[in-house]
């Protein structure tokens, strides 16, 4: 059961390791983009490419009796989640091994719709994945298997999607052979953290999570800007001195070791080569970025293409 990219790894690896894959639950499908057209998941495109002969099942509702009884009629020992949405139990008790879910985090820590983005967002050096057993609150299961998986300062929730995916689909091997032989004991996730005011959560994204604010210091703008590209994007609003301002994404920047000694949000350039940008404690270089509407460029490539001279506009 799963729907993004983020799931088709750990499909591929159990076929890869020969489990017969009984039946495949995605999303269904729902028109995107500006002609809406009809798109499908990336769980249901692979799935027809690759084990065509898998039945796909689409539900809009997950307690509807006919989908229920089209997943008895099944008969498989076990259900793996990766990316999916929230089971009912008469969904995760069906299976005679149970219903495992892959989390992009170490549990219980980032519990949650967007773990790989809060973890950059705050900082983390360490992240990883888990397996868990499904119960009836949401990442809360008992805990099967983790590994541990480690984030490099150039890592953007890109770079660290695709590095989890791997190392998740090969747990869920480890764990689907460990449940096999009866050889792996679940721990009860208080065990590793009574005191919830510790964890860390990771929400769904919003539109103001992503908002920068100058005011903040240099590497937390850092991590923000990591934590958001490839997607959503962290993004500014560009301000000229008539008031007028431009949406502008910042996709990719790095600390300069400069001391700041200027308003946050205030630029300096040689509107060739380079863009800083202050804040409340240094100065932010920016390397790569989007304007609305427009393709993202290296900030040269903007730089070249831009009028105006940007050390008399501001970010804010």
Not at 57 to 74: R, V, Y
Not at 168 to 195: M, R
């Amino acid at each position: 059961m799963g729907t993004p990219e983020f799931a088709t790894g750990t499909l591929k690896t159990l076929i890869d390791e020969n489990y017969v894959i009984a039946g495949v639950v995605t999303a269904p499908d729902k028109p995107a983009g500006r002609g809406k057209k009809i798109s499908e998941s990336a769980v249901k495109v692979f799935t027809r490419e690759n084990i065509p002969e898998s039945p796909i099942l689409q539900p809009e509702k997950l307690k509807d009796p006919e989908f229920i009884a089209e997943l008895h009629s099944l008969n498989g020992d076990l259900f793996v989640v990766v990316a999916f949405r929230m089971l009912p139990e008469a969904v995760w008790s069906i299976p005679r091994l149970g219903t495992i879910n892959l989390h992009a985090s170490l549990l219980p820590q980032y519990r949650g719709a967007a773990p790989i983005n809060w973890c950059l967002v705050n900082g983390e050096t360490e992240t990883g994945v888990t397996t868990f057993l499904i119960d009836h609150e949401i990442d809360t299961g008992k805990i099967l298997m983790q590994e541990k998986v480690g984030i490099h300062p150039e890592d953007n929730a890109g770079t660290l999607h695709d590095k989890l995916m791997h190392a998740g689909a090969d747990l869920v091997v480890k764990t689907v052979a460990n449940l096999e032989k009866d050889d792996i004991t679940p721990i009860k996730q208080d065990v590793i953290s009574a005191n919830d005011s510790d964890l860390k959560k990771a929400p769904k994204i919003t539109r103001e999570d992503c908002r920068i604010n100058w005011n903040s210091n240099v590497d937390s703008i850092n991590n923000l800007i990591r934590g958001m590209t490839p997607f959503p994007g962290a993004f500014s609003k560009l301000r000229d001195t008539d008031g007028k301002s431009l949406m502008v994404k910042i996709l990719k920047s790095a600390p300069a070791s400069i001391n700041s000694k200027k308003q946050p949000g205030s630029i300096e350039s040689d509107n060739k080569t380079f863009l800083q940008v202050h804040t409340s404690n240094g100065v932010l270089d920016i390397l790569t970025l989007q304007l609305e509407g427009k393709k993202r460029m290296a900030i040269g490539d903007f730089l070249r293409g831009f009028n105006n001279d940007l050390n008399h506009l501001q970010f804010d």
